[in-house]
């Protein structure tokens, strides 16, 4: 009868919510950032934090009590941001600040670095979170940005991060690094890691390629940082549904945009593992690894390629000279 029917359907949508609930918190969500550490005191960088998991990365910072530097292109969405984590209700913290930056300029990297020198004299946690803009000395988008700006960025602010050990450099790969490769003598001859192409096949290579080099830069950096206090870590911080709609076309995010809110993670589940390789105490062992979902996991055969970071490492260096 009807009312058979109608229990083993309520029964059945029951069942298929609490599944979908368990999934999404317990495996999709993902573990959290447990650390209760307040660093009053310290300065943190963050870069692209005007928006998604780098602004979520910078309102924990400043709730733990952090002088936050955001680190963004954009001075208006900058100073928005600012705005919005300084509120009482949601830091309380006066202590966070723009200052300008723009990852796919190398003049602009080396300005901002003199700047930061110049009028703060801390810098406790670097954070390379930015993600993808056009570049100004004809290297490829993404590689330029996700790996030489930060590169660049962060060996000119070594430095001072030894001057106040125990310090930390963390960078926001992917899981797609897996699919990457890294040619170096392509990389001198074009400045890019990816042959010309579809546009659509180019964006997909080069971002793999460039969360690579995120991958290979941070296990070189850690093998020269050895025993200095300076840890770093490099991880895929989830499918974030803000990142992953970004750069589509409003008609692609007005359908992807249910399918997205329904399984991908927020902003502030975003950032957990960042803050856990921020944050966690006990991790310093670790520096040079990848993390996701607040454990160490395995890279790719390609990431645990010491030659390979070496030598990315050099060209880098020739790029940005």
Excluded at 1 to 30: C, E, F, P, Q
Excluded at 105 to 123: H, Y
Excluded at 233 to 252: C, D, I, K
């Amino acid at each position: 009868n009807l009312h058979a029917i109608m229990s083993v359907v309520l029964t059945v949508l029951a069942g298929a919510i609490t599944l979908y609930l368990i999934v999404i918190y317990n495996v999709l969500k993902g573990r959290r950032c447990t650390s209760s550490v307040n660093i009053k005191g310290k300065t943190a960088i963050v870069t692209g934090s005007n928006t998604g998991i780098g602004k979520a990365t910078a309102l924990d910072l400043a709730r733990r009590g952090a002088r936050v530097i955001l680190a963004c292109r954009h001075k208006e969405k900058a100073e928005a941001a600012v705005y919005d984590i300084r509120r009482v209700r949601e830091s309380g913290n006066n202590e966070v600040m723009f200052m300008q930056l723009d990852l796919g300029s190398l003049k602009s990297v080396r300005a901002f670095s003199k700047t930061f020198l110049e009028t703060e004299p801390r810098l406790d946690l670097l954070i390379n979170n930015a993600g993808l803009y056009k570049t100004e000395h004809g290297f490829g988008v993404a590689f330029g940005v996700n790996h030489l700006g930060h590169f660049l960025l962060t060996n000119l602010l070594l430095e001072r991060l030894q001057q106040c050990t125990p310090s930390r450099v963390v960078t926001v790969s992917a899981l797609l690094h897996r699919l990457g490769a890294v040619d170096c003598s392509l990389l001198l001859s074009e400045k890019d890691l990816v042959w010309s192409q579809s546009a659509w096949l180019y964006a997909i290579r080069s971002y793999c390629n460039s969360k690579l080099c995120n991958v290979l830069f941070t296990r070189e950096l850690a093998n020269r940082l050895g025993g200095t206090g300076v840890t770093c870590y490099s991880l895929h911080p989830g499918v974030v549904y803000t990142e992953f709609l970004r750069n589509m076309h409003a008609w692609q995010r007005f359908f992807l945009l249910p399918v997205a809110k329904l399984f991908f993670l927020d902003t502030e589940a975003g950032c957990q593992t960042t803050l856990h390789c921020a944050l966690e105490v006990g991790i310093e062992p670790l520096s040079g690894r990848y993390f996701s979902s607040c454990r160490p996991q395995q890279v790719g055969s390609q990431g645990r390629d010491d030659s390979l970071a070496n030598k990315l490492w050099e060209v880098s260096e020739r790029l940005t000279s």
